[in-house]
């Protein structure tokens, strides 16, 4: 199942639950970056066994603007307990899988 898109300020705060280690891809639905990464950051969505229960997240920064993060777009941010505890600007598929990495160790 790909990477579920937050379309709400609602929908963000549901998804980080007490608990839960959430990497977050704030970019453009369909921009370079989404069309670049995404497949990727889909395809890691899919392997629970990789993700070891982290949960991978979109936010269209376009369509829902108050979710955008102060620094620059695209980027990623890794969330635990709803708070944000790394974030990465770094536009590689490393950056993803470091981020899952944490989060996990967050989980630990």
């Known amino acids: 199942m790909p990477a579920t898109w937050i379309n709400s300020e609602e929908e963000f705060l549901m998804t980080m639950g007490f608990g839960k280690a959430v990497v977050i891809f704030f970019c453009e639905n369909g921009s370079e970056p989404d069309n670049t990464l995404g497949p990727f950051f889909d395809a890691m969505s899919d392997k629970p ?13 376009k369509a ?25 600007t770094a536009l590689q598929p490393q950056a993803i899988m470091d981020l899952i990495e944490q989060g996990r160790m967050l989980m630990a």
Not at 53 to 60: A, R, T, Y
């Open 49 to 61: 066994i990789f993700t070891g229960g982290v949960s991978l997240c979109k936010v269209d920064v």
């Open 64 to 88: 829902v603007p108050a979710l955008a993060p102060a620094g620059p777009t695209p980027g990623f941010a890794l969330f635990k307990d709803g708070h944000r505890a790394f974030e990465s």
